[in-house]
């Protein structure tokens, strides 16, 4: 496989396939967060301070292959000129007429490409309404799958290399992310800087023999995280659950729970799971105490009552105090920790203790030598609130890849490019 230190471009023409799908603010269209930007960067600067030129190609929301001047990507050129400084940044308005800006194109310059899907052979399906009759919507999809190969062959035919360093759509077999890796020899293709991080860090928690390892899965329903719970268990030493998915443990075990969130016909996996933790000798710590609500709301009223005893009315948002003490504690001794999922409402600021008490534990993990990784938008978000992100070992940026990835799935992009 290509490593792309090792790679040098000068002369060449390289095709990234970057992930600018940032936030943009309604009103004026302004890039709200540009960690996505910032993440590309490293990757375009090699290409550029080799003597190469940079071809970014990107998508931005779900224009469903259709052009919609509301997710062009003409709004992030100046959050990228700000942190290409420079640079000469020149934007094509559509992606598949590229043809003379790229001859044009000089060593040290980029040309961003307008959104890949404002047009349906990006994901390879057609930009149909749901409701389309069987029958229809496959005619529909044969026909876009056809017109595939000239879409992927054009982007292909602007550069010399291509590079992969979207780790956000790396578990879809998009045009850009995994179909274009085939018209380049394997000399020719690579993953980018981010790329590479992402995988370094997601394999040092599942590799490492280092302990203990914790994984700590929160979030709304259990369903969710059941798969990477299964491939965590044989390799890890703590399970911590926090979050919705609490109840659906505690109701198995008997507890009652008010009106806490509850997956009713998934009592018998979370059984299982408990089983199966106990088989590999893990630790599962569930919580035992809780911060009630008496209404799902910002304002709701509050009590706290441990986790198998919610009043009836009532409903578990966050952890209790002896929870986040003992949650602190597993966290701080442990020398791996993944993290998945908030430990409450954190949305609310009321339910939000217990997603920041373990935001910072991670923190403090990491700061006695521990290898911490977050991922899943989340507990991001909660690190990022929290002013945490340089304070871990590594923020994902791709919250269903990585839990693709962890799960034991092959990503396309990844597929494509790992050999
Ligand atoms: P997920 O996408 O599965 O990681 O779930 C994240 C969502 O779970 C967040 O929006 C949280 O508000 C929600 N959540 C966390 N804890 C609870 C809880 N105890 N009850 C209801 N929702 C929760």
Request: net charge neutral; glycine share 8%; charged share 25%.
């Given at each position: 496989?290509q490593?792309?230190?090792?790679y040098?471009?000068?002369?060449k023409?390289a095709?990234v ?7 943009l603010h ?5 890039v709200t967060?540009?960690?996505?930007i ?8 090699k290409?550029?301070k080799?003597g190469?030129?940079a071809?970014?190609m990107?998508?931005?929301g779900?224009?469903?292959?259709k052009?919609?001047p509301?997710?062009s990507l003409?709004f992030?050129l ?12 020149k ?8 043809d003379q800006?790229?001859a ?5 310059q980029?040309i961003?490409?307008?959104n890949?899907?404002?047009?349906e ?13 069987e ?11 056809a ?7 054009k ?19 998009h045009?850009s992310t995994?179909?274009i890796?085939?018209?380049?020899t394997?000399?020719?293709?690579m993953?980018g ?12 928690v599942l590799?490492s ?22 491939r965590?268990?044989?390799t890890i030493?703590?399970?911590?659950i926090g979050g ?13 729970i ?6 009713t ?6 059984l ?10 893990v ?8 911060v ?8 709701a009223?509050t009590?706290?009552?441990k ?9 578990g948002?966050?952890i ?7 949650f602190?504690?597993?966290i701080?001794?442990?020398k ?11 949305e ?5 203790t217990?997603?920041?008490?373990v ?8 700061a ?17 609130k929290?002013?945490?992100?340089d304070?871990?070992s590594y923020?994902s ?6 839990l ?5 799935k092959e ?7 790992r050999?």
């Amino acid at each position: 496989m290509q490593l792309i230190d090792n790679y040098n471009f000068a002369g060449k023409k390289a095709i990234v396939r970057v992930d600018f799908n940032v936030p943009l603010h309604k009103e004026t269209m302004e890039v709200t967060d540009s960690t996505r930007i910032k993440g590309a960067l490293p990757t375009i600067n090699k290409i550029l301070k080799d003597g190469g030129s940079a071809i970014l190609m990107s998508h931005l929301g779900r224009p469903d292959g259709k052009v919609n001047p509301k997710y062009s990507l003409k709004f992030i050129l100046s959050k990228l000129s700000e942190n290409l400084p420079g640079v000469e940044i020149k934007f094509v308005e559509d992606c598949m007429k590229a043809d003379q800006a790229v001859a044009e194109l000089k060593p040290g310059q980029v040309i961003l490409l307008e959104n890949l899907r404002f047009y349906e052979e990006e994901e390879g399906k057609p930009a149909l309404p749901k409701e389309t009759p069987e029958d229809v919507l496959k005619a529909a999809k044969a026909e876009v799958k056809a017109k595939q190969p000239a879409f992927v062959a054009k982007l292909a035919s602007y550069a010399d290399v291509y590079v992969n360093d979207a780790f956000g759509t790396a578990h879809r077999a998009h045009s850009s992310t995994a179909l274009i890796a085939d018209k380049f020899t394997d000399a020719n293709k690579m993953f980018g800087f981010l790329i590479n991080g992402e995988l370094k860090s997601m394999d040092t928690v599942l590799q490492s023999a280092d302990k203990p390892k914790t994984a700590i899965m929160g979030g709304a329903k259990v369903s969710d995280k059941i798969q990477i719970i299964s491939r965590l268990l044989p390799t890890i030493d703590n399970l911590i659950i926090g979050g919705g998915m609490t109840y659906t443990f505690i109701k198995a075990q008997g507890g009652e729970i008010g009106n806490s969130l509850c997956e009713t016909d998934k009592l018998d996996l979370a059984l299982d799971i408990l089983k199966k933790a106990k088989e590999h000798n893990v630790n599962v710590y569930i919580p035992t105490d809780a911060v009630n609500a008496d209404k799902f709301d910002a304002n709701a009223a509050t009590n706290t009552s441990k986790t198998d005893a919610t009043p009836n009315g009532w409903m578990g948002l966050d952890i209790g105090p002896e929870t986040i003490a003992k949650f602190t504690e597993v966290i701080k001794n442990s020398k791996i920790v993944l993290w998945n999922g908030p430990m409450g409402v954190f949305e609310f600021d009321k339910f939000a203790t217990g997603t920041t008490a373990v935001a910072k534990a991670l923190a403090e993990a990491t700061a006695n030598g521990a290898f911490t990784l977050i991922g899943g938008g989340d507990s991001v978000a909660a690190i990022n609130k929290n002013k945490l992100a340089d304070k871990v070992s590594y923020v994902s940026t791709g919250g269903g890849a990585m839990l693709e990835y962890m799960e034991g799935k092959e990503l396309p992009g990844i597929k494509a490019i790992r050999k």
